[in-house]
């Protein structure tokens, strides 16, 4: 007897196997230990543990990306960076754990999430020691990309793991949000911690806790996440080579565009010509992706419900959350001249704001209709938006800055639980893991775009205006109002594309 069981393909109730009903392709079964219970509900320890352990890969993934910031003053001094290279210093490290999502969420898909989240894991570990003892920048820059790209691994892997385990949409959301809540923690408790470690013993001790903290839970996840799924087929799965190769290289050079265009000039041959042969890039991944056997990203899963509409709105929430963090910490001690410790224990309320909402919003946000959700996260981080941009001065800090970071977090859990949910939700079975990534992947674009309009912005007010403090917050608060800008067009697309 067969029923319906999933797009091109049919379930045998009796057998407990799933086979391809695209007869041209032929028979492709697949059959799962029994022991790894995929879709079982884990309940009380068992799902705590799984939970724990997917969630601390996104801790350390934020904590190591938002603890360089407190630390790259004393980074520069001891390295002797140059001004212009120290920022790579960040930006290595986002740009491959940006564009290494796809490929890490194509593996999860072919072979199994849980070897590439363990050993994506524990990479990051290993290559942090290896930051710690850098001895000049390039050093340092090499081992900080290495380290991106380990962490790019475990998110994919992790989302996949988190679907599989829990397919009830309740718990779903749940978990997700309970996710999405510790990488909140763990950007704010990076600025936190990697401050005080700066300031009173070294910026290696930042890289060595992350080791320190990282490998345990490595070595634990290999023990503890669920056994691998075992697929049998006649028709092997490739990895899609050409495809990953070209749509990496694609990203790479966009997401350097983005970083260094306000440093370089938008103007600049370099920049423009870079650009140009990103865009060339992408034309050509999804034309390659049409002839290949084995597609890293396959046509059909533009047809997913929802996929296309939530890969662009999901550009605002990292948007947001990157700009007002690296806006606020500038403000803070460039204009109102706070210590970095100061301006870090000023920055909390992000962190705690955002974890809380997160899993709140993930506990109840399955009650709230998924358009509601997206919408009502997008005009929560428009008051947030509005409020930063109508400070003036420290004594605004109570009446606008903080309230201003607790709605803007709220709306900000709002759209990233829901952005999770409403795209997970319309993922076909055997690409949660590809799925996951682009959504990932869509998200760090919008880090890497957010930061890069926001400063353009600001530099671009902020040259027309006089050096005291008054009138430079002109141009952050014109990058607060495109900020805003921003997302009521998201509103507008969810609008009319988004289907509950």
Known sequence: MTVPYAAGAEFDSESGAAFSADKEKGPEVVRTDDSAEPSSPLKGFRKALLVSLLCAAQFFDIFTASAAIAALPTIGDQLHFSSGV???VLTAYTLTFGAFQVPAGRLSDI???????CIGFFSVGVFSILCAVSVDPIMLLVFRALCGLSAAMTVPSAISILVQSFPDPKEQSD??????????IGNCAGLVISGILSARASWRWVFY?????????????????????????????????????????????????????NTAGWGSPQIITTLVFSVVLFVAFFIVERYVKDPALPSSTWSNKNFAPMFFYSWSVYWFFLTIESQLVQIFQDLWHWSPLGAAI??????????TAAYLTGVYGHLIPKRILLVSGQVFMIVGAVLFALAKDPSNYWPYIFPGMIVGMIGLSAAYVGSNVTTMAGARKGEEGVVGAVLYTSYQMGSTIGIAVAAAVTLGVNNKQPLDALSQYQGYAASFWSLAAMHGIMIVITLLFVRD
């Open 175 to 184: 978990v997700l949000g309970t996710f999405g809540a510790f990488g909140a």
């Open 209 to 261: 806790l992350i080791a320190i903290c990282v490998i345990p839970f490595s070595i634990a996840s290999v023990f503890l996440l669920p056994k691998t799924t075992q697929q049998l087929s006649d028709r092997k799965r490739s990895l899609d080579l050409p495809g990953i190769s070209i749509l990496t290289a694609a990203l790479i050079l966009f997401v350097y565009a983005i970083s260094d265009g």
């Open 111 to 117: 072979y199994h999430p849980k070897p590439v989240f």
């Open 86 to 88: 120290l920022p790579w």
């Open 346 to 355: 000023h920055a909390i309320p992000i962190g705690v704001a955002g974890g």
